[in-house]
């Protein structure tokens, strides 16, 4: 069956950095592009960031351009989410997404469980001095 495992997430300072995994099984990972979402408390799913099937086109919400930065390794059925420069709004669970085709769609907003095929459990990432 499909699974998507994120980790990587914790307690990290103001002007810090995680970087966020996620490892996935149970489909053809290199021929799908996958997106990382979050869900902020008390708020809805926002999207972050998408990477295409070969890693070679990115794109990020304007609320974490230049901070995020979101990558892929095949070899390993892996994508990533390097988060330097944290806020305390970028407090939220970290979800890794399964895409419905090579390229995904560039998204800049909210987004429902339903535009995407699959969901990883979530990360916890909390920004706090």
């Known amino acids: 069956q499909v699974q998507l495992v994120e980790s990587g997430g914790g307690l990290v300072q103001p002007g810090g950095s995680l970087r966020l995994s996620c490892i996935v099984s149970?489909?053809?990972?290199?021929?799908?592009?996958m997106a990382w979402v979050r869900q902020a408390p008390g708020k809805g799913l926002e999207w972050v960031s998408v990477i295409s099937s070969t890693g070679g086109s990115t794109s990020y919400a304007d609320s974490v351009k230049g901070r995020f930065t979101v990558s892929r390794d095949n070899a390993k059925n892996t994508v990533y989410l390097q988060m330097n420069s944290v806020q305390p709004e970028d407090t939220a669970v970290y979800y890794c997404a399964k895409e419905f085709d090579d390229f995904g769609v560039i998204r800049g907003g909210p987004v429902k469980k339903d535009q995407y095929d699959f969901w990883g459990q979530g990360t916890q990432v909390t920004v706090s001095s």
């Open positions: 149970g489909f053809t990972f290199k021929n799908y592009a």
